[in-house]
């Protein structure tokens, strides 16, 4: 039985938690709390197979388990809690809501809530089938290695976060931090995520999902094309003086150490 046949089902439960959120939504004209459920979506998904599996515990399961866990509260807890303080919709989503006009509150069902869970369920695929198949798995060097990786991958994020959250904080409006991660790259988030997708995609590969890398690959091109780097360099481009200084200098996604210089944020 084929991993969709057997397993399909898990994605109902990422349906779930977006349609749970989209009448929320609405009442707070606020879609960007559809990103509370982007981390945790993944994390239950893979709980869901682990349970049906039996709850097993070998290594090469727990490779794959682990660090996705850690990334899925990780990555929820902060969301969250960047959403709730910030208390505004997201420039983003604000921007949605102005360009479809009226009858928005029904199109974000669409537009932003079903999609981001088919987009979750396309990138989780072959993670889950990577996890699905791995109790049948050896576990190796090489194994514990990349499970060391995305933990590492998911910490760097973390730490690109916090130094961010903590920039705001002190220049709440305008400005542009370029100390500390974003003095290596100009986005060490997504950077990280790539890392991580791609440690896993290896790990589920090595289990057998061959098509398991397309994970990695989506959301690469997602982070890089779509609703990440893109989105984000144009808003930056209009709203920071000395943002083109800076995207001359720093790369976006891959470091070069040794071209490296020290940034002071503009205030």
């Not at 979506?41 to 709850?55: D, E, K, T």
């Not at 089938?129 to 194994?143: E, N």
Request: proline residues 4%.
């Amino acid at each position: 039985m084929s991993f969709f046949a057997e397993f399909g089902w898990v994605w109902l439960l990422s349906l779930a938690g977006f349609l749970a959120l989209w009448p929320i939504s609405v009442i707070r004209r606020d879609c960007s709390i559809v990103d509370f459920w982007w981390g945790p979506g993944f994390g239950v998904m893979a709980l869901a197979v682990w349970l049906s599996l039996g709850r097993p515990t070998d290594t090469y399961t727990l490779a794959i388990l682990l660090p996705l866990a850690v990334w899925s509260v990780r990555l929820g807890v902060h969301l969250g809690l960047r959403r709730m303080a910030e208390g505004h919709e997201d420039p983003r989503y604000a921007e949605m809501r102005e360009a479809r006009g009226t009858g928005w509150w029904w199109k974000s069902l669409f537009v932003v809530f079903v999609l981001q869970a088919v987009v979750q369920g396309l990138a989780a695929a072959g993670i889950l089938a990577g996890l699905a198949a791995a109790p049948a798995v050896s576990a190796d060097q090489v194994t514990i290695i990349l499970a060391v990786i995305a933990m590492l991958a998911a910490l760097v994020e973390m730490i690109s976060d916090l130094q961010l959250d903590h920039y705001r904080r002190k220049v709440p409006v305008g400005g542009l931090l370029t100390t500390g991660l974003r003095g290596y790259v100009r986005y060490p988030s997504y950077a990280a995520e790539i890392v991580f997708w791609a440690s896993l995609s290896i790990l589920a590969f090595g289990a057998g999902v061959w098509w398991a890398p397309a994970s990695a690959l989506m959301i690469g091109l997602l982070l890089r094309f779509v609703s990440g780097v893109t989105i984000l360099e144009e808003r930056l481009a209009r709203t920071r003086a000395n943002f083109a200084e800076y995207q001359k200098e720093v790369p976006a996604l891959m470091p070069r150490l040794w071209q490296n210089r020290a940034h002071t944020p503009a205030e």
